[in-house]
């Protein structure tokens, strides 16, 4: 019989934090609407997992009324931001505001909200999720995709960055 892992962790909170937030990523808002009503939040924890059928992975905040509404409606999308745009990075980071207030907002063909002028957005049906520890891992189904001319806003230690193409193509092997 293999034995299980431990639930007490060595590691504390805030050490995997900063550890992990040596991890570049970039920075969206997953956004979804309920009952008539928008609800979104930032996120970075967001990457590809299958381009047959096309699927992401998105990490929510577990009892967040945005994780909620995603559940229950099953449709959501993803706004990746652009480096002008840090402004709703924080914006959509407080928990319990109002993060649409005086904000135009497009609709999809999918009817989920969409940040205008988002370096790119993804609308997604909830293909499957899980909790994972405080969180909840949803794995999307992509049904529209649009992207634009800009550049990404990024996230690393903790910080705002900026992701700069360095002008050559990875190795064919990479990809």
Do not use: Y
Not at 14 to 34: D, K, L, Q, Y
Not at 72 to 99: M, V, Y
Not at 144 to 156: I, K, Q
Request: proline share 6%; hydrophobic share 40%; with cysteine.
């Amino acid at each position: 019989m293999t034995p299980r892992p431990s639930t007490v962790s060595a590691v504390e909170p805030m050490t995997m934090r900063r550890t992990m937030g040596r991890f570049a990523t970039g920075v969206a808002v997953v956004t979804t609407s309920s009952g008539g009503v928008p609800h979104g939040m930032t996120v970075n924890s967001l990457t590809s997992v299958s381009l047959t059928p096309p699927l992401l992975l998105v990490c929510l905040t577990l009892g967040a009324r945005t994780t909620d509404a995603v559940t229950a409606t099953g449709r959501f999308a993803i706004n990746i931001l652009s480096a002008r745009q840090e402004h709703l990075a924080l914006r959509f980071a407080k928990p319990g505001a109002d993060h649409f207030a005086g904000l135009d907002i497009i609709h999809g063909r999918h009817q989920v909200p969409i940040i205008p002028d988002a370096f790119a957005h993804l609308e997604c049906t909830v293909e499957r999720h899980f909790v994972a520890g405080d969180h909840l891992v949803v794995i999307g189904e992509v049904l529209e995709a649009c992207e634009r001319d800009g550049e990404p806003l990024g996230f690393l230690g903790g910080r705002f960055s900026t992701v700069t193409d360095r002008g050559h193509e990875p190795a064919q092997w990479f990809f």
